[in-house]
T-cell receptor, first 114, second 114 residues
Framework: QQQVKQSPQSLIVQKGGISIINCAYE??????FPWYQQFPGKGPALLIA?????SEKKEGRFTISFNKSAKQFSLHIMDSQPGDSATYFC?????????????FGKGTLLTVNP | GAGVSQSPSNKVTEKGKDVELRCDPI?????LYWYRQSLGQGLEFLIY????????KSGLPSDRFSAERTGGSVSTLTIQRTQQEDSAVYLC????????????FGQGTRLTVV
């Protein structure tokens, strides 16, 4: 059972455009939703994270939108740049028992064309 | 060290041999995770350690896989009788607290079974 579903699998955006990646989760015990960015040959690095007490969080060009009732969250990259080309993973975790571990989506390969 | 350190960075082994992968987490981090990432794929959870609690081994794919964490710090992932399908990047991550806090990843160990 896949607890975090991520789409699209790949995304091509022109420089300056908006990149949008979506994730949906099933486990209502999840209360922490990070996004990780991974460049080839590197480990994933935390980009931005949100908790369910807010519906949106913005850091620079990166924004997470969170819809608790729909159990969905998304990453928006404004003014996308070629340097943003990477694989993006959404994840979720919670408190207690097996919820502690980060459960990842399958990733989105973003390509930003110059 | 400043970050999560994994060794070796690359490992080529013959089918049937045992391998040990090492992870040095960030000092003071109580939680430690192992994930596996196959080529172009997402992050597959393997095992999670939290302090002195019993590890969550629910992600280990077979009894050929085992892991230990000594003294609440360094962890070793052991794969016995390696198979070609074990070829992947093995990623270690640590976090200060369990669950909903930032997890920091190492660069990974690329394992190739020939």
């Amino acid at each position: 059972q896949q607890q975090v579903k991520q789409s699209p699998q790949s995304l091509i955006v022109q420089k300056g455009g908006i990149s949008i990646i979506n994730c949906a989760y099933e486990n209502t015990a999840f209360d922490y939703f990070p996004w990780y960015q991974q460049f080839p040959g590197k480990g994933p690095a935390l980009l931005i994270a949100i908790r369910p007490d807010v519906s949106e969080k913005k850091e620079g060009r990166f924004t997470i939108s969170f819809n608790k009732s729909a159990k969905q969250f998304s990453l928006h990259i404004m003014d996308s740049q070629p340097g943003d080309s990477a694989t993006y993973f959404c994840a979720a975790s919670g408190s207690g028992g097996s919820n502690y571990k980060l459960t990842f989506g399958k990733g989105t390969l973003l390509t930003v064309n110059p | 060290g400043a970050g999560v350190s994994q060794s070796p960075s690359n490992k080529v082994t013959e089918k049937g041999k045992d391998v040990e992968l090492r992870c040095d987490p960030i000092s003071g981090h109580t939680a430690l995770y192992w994930y596996r990432q196959s080529l172009g794929q997402g992050l597959e959870f393997l095992i999670y350690f939290q302090g002195n609690s019993a590890p969550d081994k629910s992600g280990l794919p077979s009894d050929r896989f085992s892991a230990e964490r000594t003294g609440g710090s360094v962890s070793t992932l052991t794969i016995q009788r390696t198979q070609q399908e074990d070829s992947a990047v093995y990623l270690c991550a640590s976090s200060y607290l369990p669950g909903n806090t930032e997890a920091f990843f190492g660069q990974g160990t690329r394992l190739t079974v020939v």
